[in-house]
């Protein structure tokens, strides 16, 4: 099973600029549907962005559009999640996640769809 690695967590300030890196433990993944959540505390995990397992398309919740890039790297076995103009409110923990498409569907939006995670990297964002 694929092991998932987040990174790049740290405090930045309002409106900063912050790329996440996930890492996968073993080649494999690109066969995987990837996605990007995020946890605050007292709050439910809350679906960010996702990559479909086929070609390099991304989703998005809508709070995140035209802010928020998600990408992956085939040749290093990477997810990164690119934010720009980050918000206090997005102040949470956020995780990478994977499974092999399931459903007919390529992509997934909903936690429980995802059976592999990784253990998170912190994102504080204030003044």
């Known amino acids: 099973q694929e092991q998932l690695v987040e990174s790049g967590g740290k405090w930045v300030r309002p409106g900063d600029s912050l790329r996440l890196s996930c890492a996968a433990s073993r080649r494999g993944f690109d066969n995987y549907s990837m996605g990007w959540f995020r946890q605050a505390p007292g709050k439910e995990r809350e679906f960010v962005a996702a990559?479909?397992?086929?070609?390099?398309?991304?989703y998005y919740a809508d709070s995140v559009k035209e802010r928020f890039t998600a990408s992956r790297d085939y040749t290093d076995n990477i997810i990164y999640l690119q934010m720009k103009n980050l918000k206090p409110e997005e102040k949470a923990m956020y995780y990478c996640?994977?499974?092999?498409?399931?459903?007919?569907?390529?992509?997934?939006?909903?936690?429980?769809?995802?059976?592999?995670w990784g253990q998170g990297t912190q994102v504080t964002v204030s003044s």
């Open positions: 990559l479909s397992a086929i070609g390099t398309n991304a």
């Open positions: 996640a994977g499974t092999l498409p399931h459903s007919g569907k390529w992509y997934f939006t909903t936690a429980t769809d995802y059976d592999v």
